[in-house]
């Protein structure tokens, strides 16, 4: 046979058809290249490497390919893969080596794909706009300040999806460099193209950046991930007290030096028989103001959901707390509670649980109420999906609790099996309330 027979003509439609057997054969295609080169632009190796080369390229990528024993018993199909890989040649070059000398005849197989430079390996991929606009948001960021192209490095597909928005988190940071501990709200800020919700969707880069320019002098050891902050304390005679910050907002705001309005919490009595403020029964305070009430009542109730909140019956010494989710860190300093009984009612899921958890971390004695198998499977048609349950491992649960928190996290009733506590029927709901307060009679 010919020399170079597996090198010679491009695939036709039946030869295409067969180079996609090679894949099944394990030989590199075409395509697998192709994955290689964008797992790589996924990782934002190869825009760092337009920006700053490493000496990565040229880049060869070995290539499997068939054996002489393939080209005895399927020599269409190798020609076909061969063929494949030759025809797209231009992005990079093509390795080979012979194969098959002493059987069928020697046959130039590719053996490597060589990418002279990252831009043609980018352009490979079809990401050579991208990859310009990259360098272009790149450049106008180290014109606004040198330290900006390091974050550029460790950040390029982010900076790419930021695009222009970068470009004016960047002068935030340069505004916070210069103004260290402005004492204003994030609200009064004046800068062109900046507003409040500009900075809630950018505290996480803003901050990045901050510290970028404060490489020099303090070094992290830990970057921040982008979707979290560090927790930083409140400065003293802020609005957020000498507490930690406990939202991202407020984690923002104290450790830029901003005001932060303080985290309330909302409460209704239950019991006509304690006065209030005049006849107001729903109110809601600051975290700090709630921590020194003391409420004369014996009951407190903690419910996630707004409607359940409202719908409380009155009870007689019972306290009703709207608890949203997982903030309950603002009932941190509220030390009257722990002389209190306290029920949380929250979603019957892993999320429920978790925040259940998280509550016992400040108060340890808070009991749960239908958050138990029973209520869940009485309640099977109401069930619903939990988009995301949670995975960690709980603590603070008792024993039937534990059980089943894993029986929900492990599937055993369905896959993300959740039920909403405001789809538990009302005539249950207070049938087991009302339990409750008869038992701590």
């Known amino acids: 046979m010919p020399g170079d027979r597996l090198s010679a003509s491009a695939p036709g439609r039946a030869q295409a058809g067969q180079a996609q057997a090679g894949r099944a054969q394990g030989w590199t295609t075409l395509a697998d290249l192709r994955a290689q080169s964008l797992k790589a632009w996924g990782s934002g190796a190869l825009l760092r490497e337009v920006l700053e080369p490493s000496g990565l390229h040229p880049r060869r990528r070995p290539l499997k390919r068939p054996t002489a024993a393939t080209l005895r018993t399927d020599y269409a199909a190798a020609s076909a893969w061969a063929a494949e890989l030759f025809a797209a040649v231009g992005p990079f070059s093509l390795e080979t080596a012979e194969v098959g ?60 999806e930021l695009g222009a928005d970068a470009l004016t988190a960047a002068r935030v940071a340069l505004w916070l460099e210069d103004n260290p501990v402005p004492g204003i709200y994030v609200r009064q800020l004046s800068l062109p193209g900046v507003h409040t919700k500009f900075i809630e969707n950018h505290r996480a880069v803003i901050s990045e950046l901050a510290m970028a320019l404060r490489a020099d002098s303090v070094r992290a050891e830990i970057e921040p991930d982008e979707d979290s902050l560090p927790d930083f304390p409140a400065e003293p005679g802020s609005l957020l007290g000498l507490t930690p910050a406990r939202t991202p907002a407020a984690r923002f705001a104290a450790g830029h030096g901003f005001l932060h309005p303080p985290e309330l919490v909302r409460f209704r009595v239950l019991d006509p028989a304690v006065p209030l ?165």
Request: proline share 4%; with cysteine.
């Open 101 to 160: 000398r002493t059987t069928v005849g020697a046959n130039q197989l590719p053996a490597a794909a060589v990418f002279a430079n990252a831009e043609a390996e980018i352009g490979f991929v079809g990401k050579a706009k991208d990859a310009a606009r990259f360098v272009e948001l790149a450049g106008s960021l180290a014109s606004l300040h040198s330290l900006f192209r390091g974050w550029a490095l460790k950040r390029p597909l982010k900076l790419l």
């Open 277 to 441: 403020l005049g006849t107001a029964r729903d109110l809601t305070v600051t975290a700090e103001a709630f921590s020194t009430l003391s409420l004369p009542v014996t009951k407190v109730l903690i419910t996630e959901n707004l409607v359940n909140f409202l719908a409380l019956p009155d009870r007689q010494d019972t306290l009703a707390i709207y608890g949203g989710g997982y903030g309950f860190s603002s009932l941190r300093d509220a030390g009257w509670l722990r002389d209190r009984e306290v029920l949380y009612w929250g979603d019957l899921d892993t999320h429920g649980f978790r925040i259940l958890d998280q509550l016992r971390a400040i108060h340890p004695h808070v009991m749960s109420v239908m958050m138990d198998e029973a209520t869940l499977l009485a309640h099977r048609d109401a069930w619903v999906t939990e988009p995301s349950p949670s995975k960690a491992s709980l603590g603070r649960l008792t024993p039937d609790e534990s059980a089943l928190y894993e029986g929900l996290r492990n599937d055993a009733f369905g896959t993300a099996v959740r039920l909403e506590q405001e789809l538990i029927r009302w005539d249950w709901a207070l049938g087991r309330l009302g339990d409750w307060s008869c038992r701590n009679r």
